[in-house]
């Protein structure tokens, strides 16, 4: 991946949800300029989400999901609205097209949209050949409580004012979010400890060295990389300490016994569990550790689906790890992408990835779903500094 491209995790989710046939695909169409999603006459003509990423201006890097219609039918037109269901989860503002007086389904999605403080733009689409559209309007906002917008993908009427009002509902920190934050800044010297083993490919970076690295290079901060049996070469390369080391987490230990007192130390992990999740829950929840037993039950969740590889850091050193400590009865459980218990109470503690492949929306739905279940929640980067005995050692934000 090129260090210019936004990666889709890093990019604001828009949602575009309605019934079969009302147009969705169509206004996706209109909304990027672009004919990247089959529009027909057939409902149900769109199965999979389609993922469109653009750079839009006033807006910056977006993506656009084209789901299917929520009152699909049938066997497989349940497993599309799952499917759909799950695209909520990653949402940061929901575009609902309304193309009717029937409004049960939109009235249902919307709730909830709402309970999961989406914001919300509803849409009056096919403009051009409705006849009726005052009244509808009325009845929208009557019903649902918002104002919708009136379009016509066909003459592209509406279009402009949709993207003004997902610059309204921008979040507020949408343009603040930082992975580094205030750990490095303009010509700070920054250590980056990367062992290149099988879960980085040969030829590339993994995703978050690279988004990592950028950042650094965009906050014009001075970068040094090193494998782990490099640093300490590295380190005497440099006529001073550097002012933060970066490290896979996985040599955490290593790493804070060789670095200079001066120096902050933090994970490439960590730096994703606040960058993407509720780094305070995941602190705080690490101490749980302590009260697992033999019979507890902890999962394990990964946000990429790859093929398990040896020496896996979620299927087999963090395991490996709390069975050292705990004992070898202790059951886990391994969960990878978009799987994720609907039912968390059988569990007494989770442990999550730094979850580069998702957006923020979508981690954080997590921590509330693990909130709301009473479950402890951290990460992998936190689970291994606190194992290590340094998690009061390192630098959290």
């Known amino acids: 991946m090129s260090l210019n491209n936004t990666p ?3 990019r604001l989710h828009i949602g575009i949800f309605g019934k079969r046939n009302s147009g969705k695909s169509a206004l996706i169409n209109a909304l990027t300029n672009q004919e990247i999603a089959l529009v027909s006459e057939i409902a149900g003509t769109t199965t999979d989400p389609v993922y469109k990423s653009m750079e839009i201006h006033g807006i910056g890097p977006c993506v656009f999901i084209d789901t299917a219609g929520f009152d699909d039918v049938g066997q497989l037109g349940k497993m599309r609205v799952e499917k ?13 097209v309304f193309s009717d007086n029937k409004m049960n389904e939109e009235i249902s999605w919307i709730a909830e949209l709402k309970q999961k403080s989406t914001p919300i733009i509803a849409i009056v689409s096919k403009s051009d050949i409705l006849t009726n559209t005052k009244e509808f309007c009325e009845s929208i906002t009557k ?3 918002l104002t919708p917008i009136v379009v016509s993908a066909k003459t592209k009427t509406g279009i402009s004012k949709i993207h ?6 921008l979040p507020e920190d949408y343009e603040a979010r930082s992975i580094i934050g205030n750990l490095a800044d303009n010509g700070d010297i920054v250590l980056l400890v990367m062992p290149q083993d099988i879960q980085a490919p040969k030829g590339r970076l993994i995703l978050p060295q690279v988004q990592t690295l950028r950042e650094l290079l965009d906050k014009k901060c001075i970068v ?3 494998t782990t049996d490099k640093l300490s070469n590295a380190l005497a390369s440099l006529s001073k300490p550097p002012k933060l080391i970066i490290t896979d987490s996985q040599v955490f230990k290593t790493v804070y016994e060789k670095k200079p007192k001066e120096s902050k130390l933090i994970s490439f992990s960590v730096l994703f569990a606040n960058y993407k999740g509720d780094i305070d829950y995941f602190v705080e929840s690490a101490s749980a550790i302590e009260n697992l037993t033999e019979s507890s039950r ?3 969740a990964e946000a990429c689906t790859h093929a398990p590889l040896a020496e896996d850091i979620g299927r087999e050193k963090i395991p490996i790890m709390l069975r050292k400590k705990v004992g070898e009865k202790l059951t886990v459980d391994i969960v990878s992408g978009t799987d994720f218990p609907e039912d968390l109470s059988q ?3 989770i442990i999550h990835c730094g979850a580069c492949m998702f957006n923020r929306k979508y981690v954080i739905s997590r921590v509330i779903k693990a909130k709301c279940a009473g479950v402890p929640m951290s990460n ?18």
């Open 8 to 10: 889709r995790s890093s």
């Open 143 to 145: 019903i649902c409580k």
């Open 224 to 226: 040094l990389s090193a």
């Open 298 to 300: 902890v999962l394990i």
């Open 347 to 349: 569990y007494d503690l």
């Open 380 to 397: 992998y980067g936190v689970v291994i500094a606190y194992l290590a005995g340094i998690l009061d050692k390192i630098d959290i934000k």
């Open 164 to 169: 003004e009002e997902i610059i309204r509902l």
């Open 84 to 96: 759909t269901k799950n695209i909520v989860e990653k949402t940061d503002i929901a575009l609902v």
